[in-house]
């Protein structure tokens, strides 16, 4: 546990970066500190390593003031990845990663071995060991700084804009193969960001701060929308905000219709549904074609599974030429679909809690 008890932070200039903050950080959750530009949350992060000192309050981890333990002792036991990656220019990927376990003792040989190890839980190829930084993507230097940040297996991992330096497709893979490896790793995360969207995605809790570093907001993700607690809270998430919550709900009590039994060559007749049209499931590839009366073939879409959320059964039924989806139940099972309209009823309450 990661505790901020009534935390200042007045900076010799006279800015008020962080202002009698009090935050309660879960051991093994993924916390985000998430507000516009100046609003203290690096501020914030750094009080927790002891690269900023706090004006007063206290920083406490599992009952310990950080301010009691040793810097260079602290900082071993906490995972840092930076924006920019923070590579150094001159050392090879994998000594790269090495460094930590270095810092630690462990010889070349065994720390490289651990480095090796790192590499491939963030999915960075074996080949790319011996290169240097300069010789690498954006998205892979980031990997690099996280497997650094992992390497010495650290309880703690602060993340200070770890995705904002690359393009927004590598940073949709990031954030997804981060929270993957959350979810492998457990570890207690810290990150900051000024982008609510990967704050949504990625936090367990997300901090809401606000210029001066106040605490707006220190709640899950879906009560962040649901119920914005402050006006400043409430703008930051008013773009899209019904469609962003449809992330978080299931689908759960949606009604569906049985699939006619398939014809000869696997085809499907949707008459029913739609006169002329028929589908073919491609159990393979997880997808189905659409097929209208001239024989004319829309597709591939994808099945959508049972547990999906509510917004991945309006992407697919949106994107179907028939308005209706196939659905494949937790056994594998492709035996319904459903339409549009069937989604009304798991889509109104949104409406209602949006309005
Ligand atoms: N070393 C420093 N000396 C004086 N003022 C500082 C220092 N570091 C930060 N500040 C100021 O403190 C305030 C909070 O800065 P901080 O970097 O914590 O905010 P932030 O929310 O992380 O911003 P950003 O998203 O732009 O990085 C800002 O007004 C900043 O200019």
Not at 26 to 33: D, K, P, Q, R
Not at 85 to 94: I, M
Not at 161 to 172: G, K, Q, T
Not at 310 to 315: K, V
Request: hydrophobic share 45%; glycine share 10%; proline share 6%.
């Amino acid at each position: 546990m990661i505790t901020f008890e009534s935390v200042s932070k007045l900076y010799p200039g006279g800015t008020q970066a962080v202002t009698d903050l009090d935050l309660q950080i879960a051991t093994g959750s993924f916390t985000v500190l998430v507000g516009p530009s100046g609003c203290g949350k690096t501020t914030s992060m750094r009080m927790i390593n002891r690269m900023v000192a706090p004006t007063s309050g206290r920083i406490l981890i599992d009952g310990q003031d950080v301010a009691d333990i040793r810097a260079v002792t602290l900082r071993l036991g906490i995972g840092y990845v930076l924006q920019n990656a923070g590579l150094f220019p001159h050392r090879t990927v994998l000594d790269n990663i090495a460094t930590v376990q270095r810092l630690l003792g462990l010889s070349k040989a065994q720390a490289r071995a651990k480095a090796h190890e790192a590499m491939e839980r963030v999915g960075l190829d074996a080949s790319l060991a011996t290169r240097y930084p300069a010789q690498l993507s954006g998205g892979q230097k980031q990997r690099v700084g996280v497997a650094r940040a992992l390497a010495a297996d650290p309880p703690i991992l602060l993340m200070d804009e770890p995705f904002s330096a690359v393009d927004p497709i590598v940073r949709l893979e990031l954030q997804q193969e981060v929270a993957h490896l959350q979810a492998e790793i457990k570890k207690t995360i810290v990150m900051v960001t000024h982008d609510i969207d990967e704050a949504l995605i990625l936090g367990d809790r997300i901090a809401v701060l606000a210029p001066g570093g106040v605490l707006h907001q220190y709640a899950s993700p879906i009560d962040i929308l649901a119920r914005p607690a402050t006006d400043f809270v409430a703008s930051l998430v008013a773009k899209d905000r019904g469609f962003r919550a449809l992330s978080f709900e299931t689908l759960t009590g949606l009604g569906t219709t049985a699939l006619p039994v398939p014809g000869p060559e696997g085809l499907i007749d949707m008459s029913a549904l739609a006169p002329g049209w028929g589908v073919r499931v491609n159990r393979d590839s997880g997808t189905a074609a659409w097929i209208d009366a001239d024989g004319a073939v829309f597709g591939p879409h994808p099945l959508v599974p049972a547990d999906a959320s509510l917004r991945t059964g309006l992407d697919a039924v949106l994107a179907s030429p028939t308005s209706a989806a196939l659905l494949v139940d937790g056994t594998g099972n492709i035996g319904s679909y459903f339409t549009l309209a069937d989604l009304g009823p798991l889509l109104r309450p949104n409406e209602q809690a949006r309005a």
